[in-house]
C-alpha cells in the first residue's frame, strides 16, 4: 500500500478541510499515480472534494461514521472492515489519500509514500508526521520543479523498510 500527500516545509497538509496551496503540477502528479487505482481516504477528505463526490475512474473506499454512507464509494465504517476489504486489492494500486488522522493511522502500514514536497510555510492547521525523522523511512528526489505557481516543488518517494501488516503490531 502506498499514500501521496503534499506538504509544506513544516510537513503541514492542510487547512480548514481543504488543501494548502494551488499546485496544477501536483494534480497531474496525483491524477498519474492514482488514475485507474484504489484511493482510500476519510469521510472529510470525501468531503473536500467538489460536491462531496468521489474521484472519478478510481475506487473510492472511505471510512465513515456509522451513520453516513455515501453514494459511489465502497463505505466501511471501522479500522477491521477496511483491512478486510483492502485484502480484495493488490497492495501496489492501493493509495492513503487523507485526511490528516487517516494518515497517521495507516501511514505505518504503507510501504511506500509519495510526497511532495513545497518550499513554503503554507499556514496549515494540521500535520503529516516528518518521514525524515522516523528511522524506517529513507528517500530519494525523483524531480524538482523550480516554480510552480510561484512555488518550488520536490517530488519525493520515501520507503518504509518495516511496514505494518493488517490485523497486528507486527512489522512484514
Given at each position: 500500500?502506498?499514500?501521496?500527500?503534499?506538504?509544506?516545509?513544516?510537513?503541514?497538509?492542510?487547512?480548514?478541510?481543504?488543501?494548502?496551496?494551488?499546485?496544477?503540477?501536483?494534480?497531474?502528479?496525483?491524477?498519474?499515480?492514482?488514475?485507474e487505482k484504489v484511493v482510500c481516504m476519510g469521510y472529510?477528505?470525501?468531503?473536500?472534494?467538489?460536491?462531496?463526490?468521489?474521484?472519478?475512474?478510481?475506487?473510492?473506499?472511505?471510512?465513515?461514521?456509522?451513520?453516513?454512507?455515501?453514494?459511489?464509494?465502497?463505505?466501511?465504517?471501522?479500522?477491521?472492515?477496511?483491512?478486510?476489504?483492502?485484502?480484495?486489492?493488490?497492495?501496489?494500486?492501493?493509495?492513503?489519500?487523507?485526511?490528516?488522522?487517516?494518515?497517521?493511522?495507516?501511514?505505518?502500514?504503507?510501504?511506500?509514500?509519495?510526497?511532495?514536497?513545497?518550499?513554503?510555510?503554507?499556514?496549515?492547521?494540521?500535520?503529516?508526521?516528518?518521514?525524515?525523522k522516523l528511522s524506517n523511512w529513507s528517500y530519494t528526489?525523483?524531480?524538482?520543479?523550480?516554480?510552480?505557481?510561484?512555488?518550488?516543488?520536490?517530488?519525493?518517494?520515501?520507503?518504509?523498510?518495516?511496514?505494518?501488516?493488517?490485523?497486528?503490531?507486527?512489522?512484514?
Open positions: 500500500m502506498k499514500l501521496i500527500v503534499a506538504v509544506d516545509k513544516n510537513w503541514g497538509i492542510g487547512k480548514r478541510n481543504g488543501l494548502l496551496f494551488e499546485l496544477p503540477e501536483d494534480m497531474k502528479y496525483f491524477r498519474a499515480k492514482t488514475l472529510n477528505t470525501l468531503l473536500s472534494f467538489p460536491g462531496g463526490k468521489p474521484l472519478k475512474n478510481r475506487v473510492n473506499i472511505v471510512l465513515a461514521p456509522a451513520d453516513k454512507e455515501p453514494d459511489g464509494c465502497i463505505v466501511v465504517h471501522t479500522l477491521d472492515e477496511l483491512f478486510k476489504t483492502l485484502e480484495n486489492y493488490d497492495d501496489n494500486d492501493v493509495f492513503v489519500i487523507g485526511g490528516a488522522m487517516f494518515y497517521r493511522t495507516m501511514y505505518p502500514y504503507c510501504d511506500e509514500a509519495y510526497i511532495t514536497k513545497v518550499d513554503a510555510d503554507g499556514g496549515a492547521e494540521v500535520f503529516f508526521d516528518d518521514l525524515d528526489v525523483v524531480d524538482e520543479l523550480t516554480s510552480v505557481n510561484g512555488y518550488k516543488l520536490t517530488f519525493t518517494v520515501y520507503k518504509n523498510s518495516a511496514p505494518k501488516k493488517f490485523g497486528t503490531d507486527q512489522t512484514v
